[in-house]
């Protein structure tokens, strides 16, 4: 069984920072990409950030230059620095992990059961 716990979520004022937190715990393998999406009211899910196991990285153009994405491998935690928040960062946060159980086996895609971040304007 394998669990991603975020946190880190919360309220802040425009313009403020947070850091999302998320490790993955059970029996792993080995975990190839990690990443955070965002869901707000009314929207689909969306890509955010990922990172990869070799740390190459991807953004949403709308956090570029001001969200960063890290992970700590021999953690299984993945970060996520937020700053200059906009109120339209208001989502709900899911972390994301592409993963083995096994060495030989297919890869999964594992979810966290988000958290939620709110901007004030």
């Known amino acids: 069984q394998v669990q991603l716990v975020e946190s880190g979520g919360g309220l802040v004022q425009a313009g403020g920072s947070l850091r999302l937190t998320c490790t993955a715990s059970?029996?792993?393998?080995?975990?190839?990409?990690m990443g955070w999406y965002r869901q707000a009211p009314g929207k689909l899910r969306e890509l955010v950030a990922s990172v990869t196991s070799g740390r190459s990285t991807t953004y949403a153009d709308s956090v570029k230059g001001r969200f960063t994405i890290s992970r700590d491998n021999a953690k299984n935690t993945v970060y996520l620095q937020m700053s200059s928040l906009k109120p339209e960062d208001t989502a709900v946060y899911f972390c994301?992990?592409?993963?083995?159980?096994?060495?030989?086996?297919?890869?999964?895609?594992?979810w966290g059961q988000g958290t939620q971040v709110t901007v004030s304007s």
């Open positions: 059970g029996s792993i393998f080995s975990i190839n990409a």
């Open positions: 994301n992990a592409v993963l083995r159980v096994s060495g030989s086996g297919p890869q999964y895609n594992y």
